[in-house]
């Protein structure tokens, strides 16, 4: 009579390992949404620079197509291995004096391909640079 009363015992044994397998995946997940978050802020952050120094750069030449080649070498030799491709280059401005010499970048960044995941973000950055006054004119 007493051994049909007793109930089996119940214990823990086990729980931790199914916790384990149902959050790594998740936790995995989350790890590498971070990494691919912060690449794109980077990539970005470098892109407003890269923008920047490009409209100075283009904004100093004499000339519109000597501005643009400008522009183009300091955001090709500025841009490094941020972009998976290569890097679009849109001038656009008035180039006479008191005007404006504005520079559009864009480009896809790497996001989680460098991990093997092929997902990649177009991402652009802008700037403008006044003509400056003693730039190399022409006499």
Same mark, same amino acid.
């Given at each position: *009579?007493? /051994? ?18 149902? *959050?790594?995946?998740?936790? *995995? ?14 990539? @970005? ?9 490009? /409209?100075? /750069? ?25 972009? /998976? ?14 005007? *404006? ?20 973000? @177009? ?17």
């Amino acid at each position: *009579m007493l /051994a049909d009363t007793v109930r089996p015992r119940r214990t823990d044994a086990g729980v931790s390992s199914v916790e384990l397998v149902l *959050m790594a995946p998740l936790l *995995m997940l989350f790890i590498l949404l971070l990494i691919a978050l912060g690449q794109i802020s980077q990539a @970005q952050s470098t892109l407003d620079g890269t923008a920047r120094d490009a /409209a100075r /750069a283009g904004a100093l030449q004499r000339d519109w197509n000597s501005a643009v080649a400008a522009a183009r070498q300091t955001a090709n030799a500025n841009i490094g291995g941020t972009c /998976a491709g290569g890097i679009t280059v849109t001038p656009s401005g008035t180039f006479e004096a008191g005007g *404006m010499f504005t520079i559009t970048l864009s480009c896809d960044v790497q996001g989680l391909s460098s991990l093997g995941i092929g997902w990649t973000k @177009q991402v652009s950055g802008r700037s403008t640079a006044p003509l400056d006054t003693y730039r190399r004119v022409a006499p």
